[in-house]
């Protein structure tokens, strides 16, 4: 179980990391975080549970346009032509992470987790998410979490993320398996 965020988490999501970890463990893998309105605590999370901390390579938080091109490597107008909250984005930024750790696996999440002047409402809680494997297979999953507080998304998008990285260490053992529960699998650059 996880230790210094387990007042904050459902127990389910603590199960669910612990045997991914232990999973990633057994394997040798590494994983890398690419993060934009999680504000990096999925990187957190995954070094939360004692004696298993090693599988995290490094985490990105990547909350400006700016960081997303300096530490990910991504083209800085097609960031501006993306938009946040979008498929492209988080599969370029974890293949962004993958290209700049030395990961199996890294996980992207970015969104809009508030609305700001000028958002349309449809686009609160919008969040993409995306986990790609060294192989170049991304796997990408939209969430529509609507007009919901701050860390009920938070606490929304760690639970999807950490099921989305244990489907991708569980294909780990067939590296070219494609992911089997994606919602739309993408190739970029």
Not at 17 to 44: M, P
Not at 54 to 72: C, I, Q
Not at 110 to 133: I, M, N, P
């Amino acid at each position: 179980m996880t230790t210094t965020l387990t007042a904050l988490l459902p127990r389910e999501v603590q199960r669910t990391t612990a045997h991914l970890l232990q999973s990633a463990v057994e394997k040798e893998l590494r994983i890398a975080t690419a993060e934009n309105c999680t504000g990096g605590l999925l990187a957190a999370l995954l070094t939360d549970v004692e004696g298993q901390d090693n599988v995290l390579d490094r985490g990105f938080v990547v909350h400006d346009a700016s960081a997303k091109s300096e530490l990910l490597g991504l083209d800085a107008e097609q960031v501006a032509l993306w938009g946040v909250a979008s498929a492209e984005m988080a599969i370029a930024m974890a293949q962004g992470a993958l290209r700049h750790s030395r990961a199996d696996i890294a996980c992207a999440i970015t969104g809009c987790e508030s609305k700001s002047d000028g958002e349309e409402e449809t686009q609160r809680g919008l969040v993409h998410f995306a986990c790609a494997r060294q192989e170049g297979v991304a796997l990408h999953r939209e969430e529509k979490f609507g007009a919901v507080d701050r860390g009920t998304l938070r606490v929304e998008c760690l639970r999807v993320a950490v099921m989305m990285i244990q489907d991708a260490v569980r294909l780990m053992d067939n590296r070219q398996a494609p992911f089997t529960n994606s919602r739309s699998r993408f190739e970029l650059g």
